[in-house]
């Protein structure tokens, strides 16, 4: 979702591993009308833009004319074909440290300030609704857009069309595929009035708006807060910032709960570390491998699962370990990084500091 990640489209999109080559012939699934949810954009369509029009028709109940029009209006965009070609790089080596100082800055701190001091009122009547602090909702805005600054200007149709039916690496048919899933949410949010995808713009992956959605998590996941009935998450603040909210708890965020456990981890934890994206042990599996805590009685001690992480830096050679709840991997899962979801929780903590500083009784991240 953050632009230096865009790749990484997972609270954007369900990367599908799906692949079906071009054919002409139309493809009928005779069960997809039993299948739902992510299952349906889970599944593969075709390359051949004729047969696309009529699996996408099939999927989503809607006139071929209408998926023929929008697709005529669809240009392949260079930009993006660019942008989106593999780059012949050494390997990267991963260090925290300037990952964090991109977001967490005098200037998401400032902008991040006066969003929260503008919209107020929006963002804890989301907080009590969801149980996601405002802090973490204005976190997340804050790295992906700064605040709306950097959504992105590209025609998002354009965008997915373009990555869809001429994505530039044919080695990873997949890509092309999940796009092309994309696409096809576009054309039903456009064909239901709830999303102007003939207009809409943003980066050049094709997400839009403060929080950077791609069209199938605003399929699933978006909210029409100010009740105009549409969905806009680049002009509604109020959409965008329940949409956010809404997402996480969908994925798995806890009310009342830290994002990061208050947690002494023993001398050596490095073999506490798998690299997943899910929290898999207990406080009293951590605990037996020499985890320590001055509190008791906690909600993140009570049978919810943790997971230690590895905030790496490969340079110098040092790691930062903390001890993360579910919270933290519901964040992985806007973002599929380590480092993104860290650094939406060190911006959200530094953001709600100047909330307490300036007199204002918020929730700390």
């Known amino acids: 979702m953050a632009s230096?990640?865009?790749?990484?489209?997972?609270?954007?999109?369900?990367?599908?591993?799906?692949?079906?080559?071009?054919s002409s012939?139309?493809?009928?699934?005779?069960?997809?009308?039993?299948?739902?949810?992510?299952?349906?954009?889970?599944?593969?369509?075709?390359?051949?833009?004729?047969?696309?029009?009529?699996?996408v028709s099939q999927r989503y109940n809607i006139p071929e004319s209408f998926i023929q029009n929008m697709l005529s209006q669809a240009n392949v965009n260079a930009r993006v074909i660019d942008l989106m070609s593999p780059k012949k790089t050494t390997a990267i080596k991963r260090h925290w440290q300037t990952y964090r100082n991109r977001f967490v800055e005098p200037i998401r701190t400032r902008k991040g300030t006066a969003f929260w001091n503008i919209h107020r009122?929006?963002?804890?009547?989301?907080?009590?609704?969801?149980?996601?602090?405002a802090a973490i909702?204005?976190?997340?805005?804050?790295?992906?857009?700064?605040?709306?600054?950097?959504?992105?200007?590209?025609?998002?149709?354009?965008?997915?069309?373009?990555?869809?039916f001429s994505h530039p690496d044919p080695?990873?048919?997949?890509?092309?595929?999940?796009?092309?899933?994309?696409?096809?949410?576009?054309?039903?949010?456009?064909?239901?009035?709830?999303?102007?995808?003939?207009?809409?713009?943003?980066?050049?992956?094709?997400?839009?708006g403060l929080g950077q959605f791609m069209p199938i998590s605003i399929l699933h996941y978006a909210v029409d807060a100010d009740g105009d009935g549409k969905i806009d998450l680049r002009n509604s603040t109020k959409d965008a910032i329940y949409s956010v909210a809404n997402f996480?708890?969908?994925?798995?965020?806890?009310?009342?709960?830290?994002?990061?456990?208050?947690?002494?981890?023993?001398?050596?934890?490095?073999?506490?570390?798998?690299?997943?994206?899910?929290?898999?042990?207990?406080?009293?599996?951590?605990?037996?491998?020499?985890?320590?805590?001055?509190?008791?009685g906690a909600k993140w001690q009570d049978g919810v699962r943790l997971g230690v992480i590895d905030?790496?830096?490969?340079?110098?050679?040092?790691?930062e370990y903390r001890t993360a709840t579910q919270n933290f991997f519901a964040i992985?899962?806007?973002?599929?990084?380590?480092?993104?979801?860290?650094?939406?929780?060190?911006?959200?903590?530094?953001?709600?500091?100047?909330?307490?500083?300036s007199g204002h009784q918020v929730t700390r991240p």
């Open 4 to 22: 230096s990640t865009v790749l990484l489209l997972a609270a954007c999109a369900s990367n599908s591993s799906s692949y079906e080559s071009d």
């Open 25 to 55: 012939s139309v493809i009928t699934n005779t069960t997809q009308h039993k299948k739902t949810g992510w299952q349906v954009e889970n599944s593969p369509l075709s390359m051949n833009q004729q047969t696309f029009t009529q699996q």
């Open 121 to 133: 009122a929006d963002l804890a009547a989301a907080e009590r609704q969801y149980g996601v602090p």
């Open 137 to 164: 909702i204005a976190g997340i805005i804050g790295v992906e857009t700064v605040y709306g600054e950097q959504m992105g200007s590209f025609s998002v149709l354009d965008a997915l069309y373009t990555l869809g």
């Open 171 to 208: 080695s990873r048919p997949e890509k092309s595929q999940m796009f092309r899933n994309q696409l096809a949410a576009l054309i039903e949010l456009t064909h239901k009035g709830k999303f102007d995808g003939y207009t809409a713009t943003g980066s050049f992956a094709g997400a839009s």
């Open 248 to 296: 996480l708890v969908k994925h798995g965020w806890q009310s009342n709960m830290p994002v990061f456990a208050p947690v002494r981890l023993p001398s050596s934890p490095a073999n506490l570390v798998d690299g997943g994206l899910e929290a898999k042990m207990s406080w009293a599996q951590l605990q037996a491998k020499g985890a320590s805590s001055s509190t008791t």
């Open 311 to 319: 905030l790496r830096d490969d340079v110098r050679g040092n790691h």
């Open 332 to 357: 992985t899962k806007y973002n599929r990084s380590y480092f993104y979801a860290a650094s939406v929780a060190d911006l959200a903590s530094v953001l709600a500091n100047e909330q307490i500083r």
